[in-house]
């Protein structure tokens, strides 16, 4: 399993007991719930021995989209991204988006994964 879908697993596991959508990808107008989509913003190679990566780092952000301020919420995603092996949560940023009246809570992490 790739990590996107090791993700999308963690993700609908932790969030379908609250009856919430998760995605990849970005906001979607669509949509009038509260809602989490993530994205993978890059990968890295690292762990070098003889010319071959030992490891990939991955940093991700899940983003949760609501009406409401949502720090429980943020609170259960920390949570379920951390079962992740080597997941950290790196930096959380809050925003209010005036143009589509809604709150924004952009959570990162950081993932390392060996390479077989």
């Known amino acids: 399993m790739d ?6 697993s ?4 932790a969030l379908s007991p609250l009856s919430i959508k998760s ?6 107008s669509n949509i009038n719930e509260t809602h989490i989509t993530f994205i993978q ?8 021995a003889d010319d071959e990566a030992e490891s990939v780092e991955y940093y991700v952000q899940v ?3 609501s009406k409401d301020n949502m ?15 080597n ?14 009246k809604l709150y924004h809570k952009a959570l990162r992490f950081y993932i390392v994964e060996e390479v077989d």
């Open 63 to 65: 983003d949760i989209w």
């Open 87 to 100: 997941c950290t949560y790196n930096q959380g940023i809050d925003f209010y988006e005036t143009d589509i």
């Open 3 to 8: 990590i996107i879908e090791t993700i999308d």
């Open 23 to 28: 995605f990849y990808g970005w906001y979607d």
């Open 41 to 48: 913003l890059n990968d890295t190679d690292t762990d070098y």
């Open 10 to 13: 963690i993700l609908l596991s």
């Open 71 to 85: 720090e429980s919420l943020k609170k259960t995603i920390k949570t379920a991204m951390k079962t992740i092996d």
